[in-house]
């Protein structure tokens, strides 16, 4: 009998489900989209509801196409989007929809809290800046603006641990997605219940830590109706969407790095001892004893999205990759800052803007198209000189997502940040690196090590282009000082 793993990755945009045998090779995909709500400036919503059911259709049309025996499949992981709020009543029922990563309503509370307990006390606690992406100020929104919310809370949960509970029952906090929690000890890796009081945070809303690849249930009956799974599938924790696409790109040792191509962009370098930075985001690994110094930004590979939605309707990412290589190197002259919904590390200010600069009448779309995926370079080689700032230098990068398809953006990325850039299966890193989590908490794997040996094998390699060191060098000068000098405007 085959034993195949299931990895569940639950974006901002879908949902994507994969099943993989043991040496990484994809047995059968399924996805399924759902929509984010912006009902006020600063919002971004979601009904977790909405990432159950667009999990479940995809599973059991997965299933039902591939023909798979759900029997044969040994364990599941889950990953999912970052610093959720998901708010659960004793029952289990959710009590409103969950802000999301990109949500920034609760930009106040964070300046009244940094005013009265600090921003150092909080940073030399989690490692972490104040930002309103993270979860904690959204706890403390609901706590001002919606008590009887608050009242009713049970426990806080995150999008992964959210379907976990729900495919299990068991009620957990992966130690990945504790970093957005200013009451969360980066060091140790628990929760202190100083900080939980200083912040007016119950610790009873504060699920139990768990290792990512920890077992913490099987599926119920009722799951495995609802998904076409076989009840008593053996299910662990999972982790943060970032830390499994990271894992799933072969990255288990320190030093090495993974290049964010999903909806938001960014890196992740592998770092075996505390090093945070205000300037940068700090998370466990999904692998034990490590840490990812991460640079996160709001506009990766959905800023393309936008640009597709908005003025490129009729043409595919594929043609507007096309369109982008035949545009000269440097757009042209036009530079897009790709602040879409504010900007995370290194600058975080949650009403930074997006900007193209340079328009004239000779701008083509090719250039607008290619000056989008310069800007995203830009931000990209931002955060790693700030990474390398705080000591933590990357070398080649492993590259995941949609935009790691394709070959002008990889292209543009490693001629703009001077770094190869390796690409394994780009689509499937993010459920691949959950299904490894499963695959090492069922006893498939032996160690995190064989895990990536045998399942990650690089596709494409990109080496820099020294002829475009010069116009990258200069374009990257402007994109340096467009944002201070708009700053003030932004506001």
């Known amino acids: 009998m085959s034993t195949y793993l299931l990895g569940v990755d639950i974006g901002t945009s879908s949902c994507k489900t994969a099943i993989f045998d043991p040496d990484g090779k994809v047995i059968a995909q399924g996805g399924s989209e759902y929509p984010v709500s912006y009902p006020e400036k600063g919002w971004a919503e979601q009904d977790p509801a909405d990432w159950w059911n667009g999990i479940c259709r995809a ?10 025996n759900p029997a044969d499949i040994a364990g599941i992981g889950i990953d999912g989007q970052s610093w959720s709020a998901i708010a659960l009543d004793r029952n289990g029922n959710v009590l409103c929809p969950t802000p999301i990563w990109t949500d920034t309503r609760s930009e106040a509370i964070c300046r009244e809290t940094a005013e009265r307990l600090g921003e150092e006390k909080l940073f030399g606690l989690y490692g972490n800046p104040v930002s309103p992406c993270y979860t904690w100020p959204k706890i403390l929104w609901y ?30 906090q992966d130690l990945s997605q504790g970093y957005g929690l200013a009451c969360f000890d980066m060091r140790k890796g628990c929760w202190d219940d100083d900080a939980c009081e200083a912040l007016g945070i119950p610790r009873k809303l504060l699920p139990e830590i768990v290792n990512c690849h920890q077992v913490i249930g099987r599926l119920t009956k009722e799951a495995a109706e609802q998904t076409g799974l076989k009840e008593g599938t053996p299910v662990v924790a999972g982790g943060l969407d970032a ?35 205000p300037r940068l985001i700090l998370s466990f690994h999904v692998v034990p004893g490590q840490w990812l110094l991460q640079g996160g930004t709001t506009g990766g590979g959905g800023a393309l999205k936008w640009l597709r939605e908005t003025m490129c309707p009729e043409l595919s990412f594929a043609e507007m990759s096309e369109l982008a ?14 602040y879409m919904a504010g900007e995370r590390s290194p600058i975080w200010n949650p009403k930074a803007c997006g900007v193209f600069f340079g328009l004239n009448f000779g701008v083509t779309r090719g250039q607008m198209i290619r000056a989008c995926m310069e800007g995203v370079a830009y931000a990209l080689r931002h955060n790693l000189e700030t990474a390398e700032a705080a000591g933590a230098k990357a070398g080649i990068l492993r590259a995941m997502g949609g935009s790691a398809n394709s070959r002008v953006w990889t292209q543009i990325k490693a001629d703009v940040t001077g770094c190869g850039i390796e690409v394994p299966a780009s689509d499937t890193a993010t459920t691949l690196g959950a299904a490894i989590l499963a695959g090492v908490g069922t006893g498939v794997y032996q160690s995190f090590e064989e ?41």
């Not at 390699?461 to 201070?484: C, F, H, Q």
């Open 59 to 68: 599973v059991r049309e997965m299933i039902g196409e591939s023909g798979i």
């Open 143 to 172: 706590r001002k603006n919606r008590p009887e919310v608050f009242e009713k809370t049970e426990k806080i949960l995150q999008s992964n641990s959210y379907i976990a509970y729900r495919m299990t029952g068991e009620i957990t």
């Open 243 to 277: 830390a499994c696409g990271t894992l799933g790109a072969g990255v288990v040792s320190p030093g090495q790095t993974q290049e964010q191509g999903g909806q938001a962009g960014g890196m992740s370098i592998c770092i075996d001892q505390y090093a945070a930075d």
């Open 325 to 338: 290589e035949q545009a000269p190197a440097g757009s042209g002259g036009v530079t897009f800052l790709p």
């Open 451 to 491: 895990a990536a040996e045998r399942t990650v094998s690089v596709k494409k390699t990109y080496t820099p282009n020294a002829e475009m060191k010069a116009v990258y060098d200069s374009g990257y000068e402007i994109y340096r000082k467009l944002y201070p000098a708009l700053e003030e405007l932004m506001q």
